[in-house]
Structure formats: structure tokens, C-alpha cells
């Protein structure tokens, strides 16, 4: 166990935790929008910065949902120069995906009064955080989505802008997508899979005892290749086992 100070509250934490654990754990607020607790932290939107001291006195910004806690840590979460930083990530996003009710709604809670750069118009709402392809990967075992070119032409994608044959249609990307970029909707007998590139249908299983439609056909054919059942084992629905 180590000992750290957050906002000049003494907190234990284990070693290997990092200091948004324990925040979160403390109910401390430090906003973030590209984690996640089933995925591995990646520190892509920058929102979750905090000001740190060490032991040593060297006072910097970090990303707090990467970096370990370590004794004698003294950890910041509202200075001048984190909102200062935060409010300007902000304003990038906004510019980004104007129309992204989460993060207007994120911005007024920091205090983003204006956004001061040119706003694009293509009615994205992606913000590349790379929740959606993570969680494809490690997960779900798929990993049918990716994060695809550099710089201003970065974009989540799937292999060469095609329908997914890797896909199965769970609907993980959507689920935990933090600004509704991608959608997931069931209509009849087909789940509809919407990304910012690319729309692509999927034939859902119906129960054979009451009839409902109850998961893709791509999902269940997962499932039997990783259980080792067979396919009989999933002809019912979970109300109906």
C-alpha cells in the first residue's frame, strides 16, 4: 500500500492503481470520456488530467487514468492550469463534433463558454477515443473495428471502409461509445449497426420456443465456436431456457 494525497485528502491505495482509481473510488470527480473500467486505459481524450507533485517536489500535468499512485504523491484535480487545460480540450472536441449533446453538456459543466476554433459541419460525433474498437478486441474477441490513418485523417474504421466479416453484431461498440457516434437498433428480424462510416444488417436468431428475435445470428455462432456446445444449445431465448 502506498499513501498519496488528492485535493488534500490522505488516501491508501495498492500499488498499480492509478490515481483515477482511487478518485473514482473516493467519489473525487475528474471527468473522462475515453475510459472505461472493462478496457485498458488509454488516455486518448486528455479530459482526466490532474497536477501531480512527487516526493521529490517536481510538479507536472498527467493523464490520471495512466499514471500509477506512488508514495508520497500530492495530486491536484481543479487548479487554474488543469481547468485551463481541460476547458481547451474541450473547446477541440466541440470544434470536432458540435453537435454532440454529451459533450455540450460536458462543456458547460467545465465552463466552456466559447469555442474559439473552426467547427466542422459533417454532423460527426466521433471523438477517436478508441472505446469502441477496445472493447471489440478485449472483450469481445472480435476486434472488427479499428482506429485507421494518422493525424487529421485518423478515423475508427472497419478493414478497408467493408462490411465486417469479423463482425457479430453484439452491439459492444455502440453500448459503450461515450458521445453516440455508433447506434444499435433491432427492427423485426434485423439489428442495424450504424458507424460513422459504414451501416451494416444482421439477420437476428429467433427463439424456437416463443418466437422473439433475441440475438444476432453472427452472435450465436460466436458463442458456439468459443463454448464448444452445439448449436441446439442456443436455439432458445434467455427467457425461455
Not at 206 to 219: N, T
Request: glycine share 6%; with cysteine.
Amino acid at each position: 500500500m502506498v499513501k498519496l494525497t488528492i485535493d488534500g485528502r490522505e488516501f491508501q491505495a495498492e500499488e498499480g492503481k492509478t490515481i483515477l482509481d482511487v478518485a473514482q473510488g473516493n467519489n473525487i470527480y475528474i471527468p473522462t470520456l475515453c475510459y472505461h473500467e472493462s478496457v485498458a486505459p488509454y488516455g486518448a481524450c486528455r479530459l482526466c488530467m490532474v497536477e501531480i507533485t512527487n516526493k521529490r517536489g517536481k510538479k507536472k500535468l498527467v493523464t490520471s487514468c495512466l499514471y500509477p499512485v506512488e508514495e508520497g504523491l500530492d495530486v491536484k484535480t481543479d487548479t487554474p492550469r488543469v481547468v485551463s487545460v481541460r476547458r481547451m480540450v474541450m473547446e477541440f472536441l466541440l470544434a470536432r463534433c458540435p453537435d454532440s449533446e454529451v459533450l455540450r453538456k460536458l462543456g458547460d459543466k467545465l465552463g466552456v463558454e466559447k469555442v474559439r476554433f473552426s467547427q466542422e459541419e459533417d454532423k460527426n460525433k466521433c471523438i477517436l477515443c478508441g472505446l469502441c474498437a477496445r472493447a471489440c478486441d478485449e472483450v469481445v474477441g472480435a476486434s472488427a473495428i479499428s482506429l485507421v490513418n494518422r493525424g487529421v485523417d485518423r478515423q475508427m474504421a472497419t478493414p478497408f471502409f467493408d462490411a465486417s466479416a469479423t463482425c457479430i453484431a453484439c452491439g459492444s461498440c455502440a453500448f459503450v461509445c461515450p458521445t453516440g457516434a455508433i447506434k444499435c437498433e433491432d427492427i423485426g428480424d434485423t439489428r442495424k449497426l450504424t458507424m460513422p462510416n459504414i451501416t451494416q444488417e444482421f439477420r437476428l436468431a429467433k427463439c424456437k420456443a416463443c418466437g422473439a428475435y433475441w440475438a444476432p445470428e453472427r452472435q450465436v455462432d460466436f458463442f458456439v465456436k468459443k463454448s464448444g456446445l452445439t448449436r441446439e444449445e442456443y436455439e432458445l431465448c434467455p427467457d425461455c431456457r
